[in-house]
């Protein structure tokens, strides 16, 4: 397995990559659990995977 950012080869037991700290393992960023790189939808929750994320809403 290799890291999807900078192609570093990652030990299976790893959890985020050595050298440039991305999670080994993709989550779903709704629902937090373990999905496939090359999914589209999060088949637990239904989340689009490939959406970018939400940005912080500032309230005044």
């Known amino acids: 397995m290799?890291?999807?950012?900078c192609?570093?080869?990652?030990?299976?037991?790893?959890?985020?990559?050595?050298?440039?700290?991305?999670p080994a393992k993709p989550a779903c960023s709704n629902?937090?659990?373990e999905?496939?790189?090359e999914w589209v939808n999060?088949?637990?929750c239904g989340a689009n995977?490939?959406?970018p994320p939400n940005p912080a809403v500032t309230r005044r």
């Open 7 to 22: 192609q570093t080869k990652l030990h299976p037991h790893y959890n985020f990559c050595p050298v440039c700290g991305v």
């Open 31 to 33: 629902c937090r659990k």
């Open 35 to 37: 999905v496939q790189a």
């Open 2 to 5: 290799k890291c999807q950012r």
């Open 49 to 51: 995977l490939k959406a």
């Open 42 to 44: 999060c088949p637990y």
